[in-house]
């Protein structure tokens, strides 16, 4: 009995062993699962590090990329800029430091070479043009250039084949060689403000101004007496008014010049210009039909010194009293003419004096007598 208790006891310990035995194996498997996950997730966090590492060198590469090009294509940006600016300056334009102005030899957009005169003093910003290469029979001159108003034609500016040139609304100076074309003036003109002169001293011997009834008036000539033919026409504009022959003597080629280039005066008759020269006022004061108007017209006129410029010593202050005072006083007093003073100073104080002396007289004026600028640019005669 007692040796069957020794034996169950024995089965139960070793039972017990057994089962303790499996426990810690149990135990240990559970151990090594977990460390197996533990592995695992390590190796997977690891894989997507790597994958992460690998993207982001991808992406780094992409935009490494992306940036070398725009790298690239701004260095090519700026050396075709840098041949443009070196072209334009060594074949296309130069500048000159004296005028103020570019001298573009060609444009290619707009087929014209031209010089653009910066802006200086009152005179703003233009474009004179000095050569067109187009060769079709009708040419139109634009406005602008560049935004920049076109205001001048050179001489000889247009090829032979060019037969009709349509004028922009800026030009108000053409130069020689225009005679065998026909010019059309822009719609409008008249109103805008300003007169067109035209230069033919190489052909008919005349200039000539566009008035605003768009025909033109021959005011200078520049020919000798048998050459002398009144025109009828210029580049197909109807001549309405031709001064007759007269003989420069220096001055009215000054001034003839000074016409020219100013957009808004109304030449004078060259005639007129030189009795001025020779005896002042007086072929004025006595055209006047009525005895009382020329003597309140005279009694204006001794009036009007009084109140020009004058320096501390009594000398005139400026070209325009100076002309005004010879003007009046058929010239300066101490021996020279009027024509005399007249040379000293610009053409434009000749003009200046004579709207002077005009607004200050015409108050003495009875109905239907000119002004003195009216009677400076009558006279003309008819072709």
Not at 24 to 29: L, N
Not at 243 to 249: F, H, L, R, T
Not at 333 to 356: I, M, N, P, Q
Request: some cysteine.
């Amino acid at each position: 009995m007692s040796e069957n208790n020794e034996e169950k006891k024995i089965s139960e310990k070793v039972v017990e062993n057994v089962a303790e035995k499996d426990s810690k194996a149990t135990k240990t498997a559970t151990k090594v699962s977990k460390d197996e996950k533990v592995v695992e997730n390590v190796a997977e966090k690891d894989s997507e590090a790597t994958k992460t590492a690998t993207t982001g060198k991808k992406k780094k590469s992409a935009h490494r990329r992306m940036i070398e090009r725009r790298i690239k294509i701004t260095v090519i940006i700026v050396a075709a800029i840098a041949a443009l600016v070196t072209l334009f300056f060594t074949c296309i334009a130069s500048y000159s430091f004296s005028e103020k102005a570019w001298h573009v030899k060609f444009d290619p957009i707009h087929g014209y070479s031209y010089t653009f005169y910066l802006k200086k003093d009152f005179m703003p910003a233009h474009i004179v043009i000095d050569s067109c290469s187009k060769g079709s029979s009708d040419v139109t001159v634009p406005d602008t250039l560049w935004g920049i108003r076109v205001d001048e034609i050179s001489d000889n500016a247009f090829k032979d084949s060019v037969k009709t040139v349509k004028l922009g609304k800026n030009i108000v100076r053409v130069g020689e060689g225009c005679a065998d074309k026909t010019i059309v003036l822009p719609e409008g003109y008249g109103s805008m403000g300003f007169l067109t002169s035209f230069k033919d001293r190489n052909g008919s011997g005349f200039y000539y101004k566009a008035l605003a009834d768009k025909t033109l008036v021959a005011y200078a000539y520049f020919g000798d007496e048998a050459s002398y033919k009144m025109p009828k026409t210029f580049a197909g504009i109807e001549v309405s008014k031709v001064v007759e022959y007269y003989a420069n003597d220096g001055y009215t080629e000054v001034y003839a010049e000074y016409a020219f280039q100013s957009a808004t005066h109304i030449p004078y008759n060259m005639h007129r210009v030189q009795l001025i020269e020779k005896e002042g006022i007086d072929p004025y004061a006595n055209m006047m039909d009525g005895a009382t108007t020329r003597d309140k017209l005279r009694g204006k006129l001794l009036g009007l010194p009084q109140n020009y410029k004058y320096n501390p010593d009594g000398t005139p202050a400026d070209g325009e009293t100076a002309i005004k005072l010879a003007i009046v006083q058929r010239g300066n007093g101490v021996g020279k003419t009027c024509g005399d003073v007249l040379r000293e100073y610009s053409a434009r104080d000749f003009v200046s004096a004579v709207t002077y002396i005009t607004e200050m007289t015409a108050e003495s004026l009875t109905s239907g007598e000119p002004t003195f600028t009216e009677w400076m640019i009558e006279g003309y005669v008819t072709p």
